[in-house]
């Protein structure tokens, strides 16, 4: 089993459109929890950041962190042809002395958004 | 991707040559990282670097070795390429182990 799964999809859905994307994990080490979009043949990009249990909303984007049920979740409202990308799900457990800021990445969700 | 550099960006080379990749970085972040990027698979971590000369693996680090003599440079060598190593190679670096990564544009090695 993965530390960290995630429905590689893809997934399609019309211009507008709210989107919920989401990991679950198995190490309870976690802390930092992050968000990734990857264009096509383009390095990923930080998207969204959370440290511990909660939520964080920038803009369209809100980030959910459930600690107690080792579930992340990212949220686009009002999706947009802009954001078909592939979003890939980040976790460290930074802190712990001997993470060295290593991040376990989920296998990423392959989004179109269409017009 | 500023800051960031890696080269080359596309390679193809024969089964059983060395190979070295490189990743620049002009941020002076501290950490370094090298990961493939194969479908299905996600990203997965192959060597990590906290600081010049400190270099430790990863989660796939067999098959390969990395250097880093100063704080910009880390080097990944395939020290003899195998079919199974074709994908793209991407580094990231961090100025904190708290930190997001910012990637490089990858590199994109094809093995024959």
């Known amino acids: 089993q993965k530390e960290v799964e995630q429905d590689p999809g893809p997934l399609s859905v019309p211009e507008g459109a709210i989107v919920s994307l989401n990991c679950t994990y198995s190490n309870s080490a976690f802390q930092y929890f992050m968000w990734y979009r990857q264009y096509s043949r383009k390095g990923p990009e930080l998207l969204m950041y959370t440290y511990s249990s909660g939520n964080k909303e920038d803009g369209r984007f809100t980030a959910q962190v459930d600690k107690s049920s080792k579930y992340i979740s990212l949220f686009i409202r009002d999706s947009q042809p802009s954001d078909s990308a592939t979003y890939l799900c980040?976790?460290?457990?930074?802190?712990?002395?001997?993470?060295?800021?290593?991040?376990?990445f989920g296998q990423g969700t392959i989004l179109t958004v269409h017009p | 991707d500023a800051g960031i550099t890696q080269s080359p960006r596309h390679k193809v080379t024969e089964t059983g040559t060395p190979v070295t990749l490189r990743c620049h970085q002009t941020e002076n972040h501290r950490y370094m990282y090298w990961y493939r990027q194969d479908p299905g698979h996600g990203l997965r971590l192959i060597h990590y670097?906290?600081?010049?000369?400190?270099?430790d693996k990863g989660e796939v680090s067999d098959g390969y070795s990395v250097s880093r003599s100063k704080t910009e440079d880390f080097l990944l060598t395939l020290e003899s390429a195998t079919s199974s190593q074709t994908s793209v190679y991407f580094c990231a670096t961090s100025a904190r182990d708290s930190d997001g990564y910012t990637f490089g544009s990858g590199t994109r090695l094809t093995v024959v």
């Open positions: 670097s906290y600081g010049v000369k400190d270099t």
């Open positions: 980040a976790m460290s457990a930074s802190g712990s002395g001997t993470s060295y800021g290593k991040l376990t």
